[in-house]
């Protein structure tokens, strides 16, 4: 099935929202990777102040993840959604305009906020409607996703070419037309009241044995995704000499995505439970940074980048299927939020400590993010083959394309 046929085979409100996951990545990649130069080089802050202000974006997305999820639960995941995109138009505009260090700060929390708000709840509405198609659904969402996180940099790229305050201001102008969109085209859904408190879900939640094991497990997904921005394209300029190789690790991530992310999800989907392939595909991602081990060069960094970008393909479909059928459907949003604090706060010290080991030996990041990805694989497997997963709804027969 094409992607094209696919996105048609659902309602109506999923593809708006694979459309606005397309148009979010655009909007944010559009502005972030150039933050950090426009913040020291333009308006001359010092690196404490740069990195207070991005470390305050994304401590207020990362830690607040579970707020979103809660919200959407408790308030429907439509104004969620909007509540999101209208906040990061608004902290996006605030980067464009502002140049005190308060307004800069400002901007950064709203942007944050605005990330915590809308992830989990975008999520938790196509859980919903997608029903036992999540799957499918969610290989979409990653190849909408995957497509816009390539064609921010290259907006931005020639945006800049004005000046980051062009750039930033069509970011929010995406953010913008969101907001309006979904206002407009998204369908609300009734939401029943809650029967207890907020703090009471959360403990609900928390206290998920068999969920927490499995976001504790999963960490070394996040770890792995987040050196599509650290060492594979560090490597990939240390092999070339040239700034420009970069380019190459993110055109590789998204064409291989683009030409076999739903086809991966729809064959697999056919074969077994959820857990299993997660465990395989976060094995095959490991393999991904060995490559570049035993094929120095740039042939040996892409091909890592290949199979790592193949892993993810296979494990993150199922993943964010996997995570609703944990609880019950009244804490779905509550759930992810969870899932994403736990994996922000993965991404982060796998950052920390991959960089520390990017000091080292050349070999030692490598072998760490290997080591990483092949130990989560083994929590995995562990967890499926002691029946310690969920047994999400399986596709019906005439929708197993």
Known sequence: MTILRAVRSFPKPVRLLLVNQF??????????????GHLGQDLGLSALAVGT?????????????ILGGSAADRLGA???????????????GLFALGESLTVLLAASALSGLAGALFNPAVRTYVAHEAA??????FALFNVFATTGALAGPLLGTVLLLVDFRAAALTAAGVFALLTVAQAFALPGR????????????????AGDRGFLAFALAMVGLFGMESQLYLLLPDAARR???WAGAVSLVFLTSTLANLALQLRVTTLLQRHGPPGRWIAAGLAVAATGFLLPLTAPGLPGVLGGVLLLQLGLMTAQPFVLT???AFGRAGLTGTYYGLYYVV???AAAVGNTAVGRAMDGSAAAPWLLCAALGLGSAAALARLHRTGRLPAPARPLPSEAR
């Open 23 to 36: 148009g979010v990545n655009t909007g944010f990649y559009l502005l972030v990777p150039y933050l950090a």
């Open 53 to 65: 202000v991005l470390g305050l974006r994304n401590l207020s997305q990362q830690g607040l993840f």
């Open 78 to 92: 439509r104004r969620v959604i909007i509540a999101g995109c209208a906040l990061r138009s608004v902290g996006f």
């Open 132 to 137: 036992d198609r999540k799957a499918e659904a």
């Open 190 to 205: 009734a939401v029943p009241p809650p029967p207890r408190g907020v703090l009471a879900d959360w403990r609900e939640v």
């Open 239 to 241: 092999a070339t000499g």
């Open 322 to 324: 996997l995570i609703p």
């Open 343 to 345: 994996s922000g706060l």
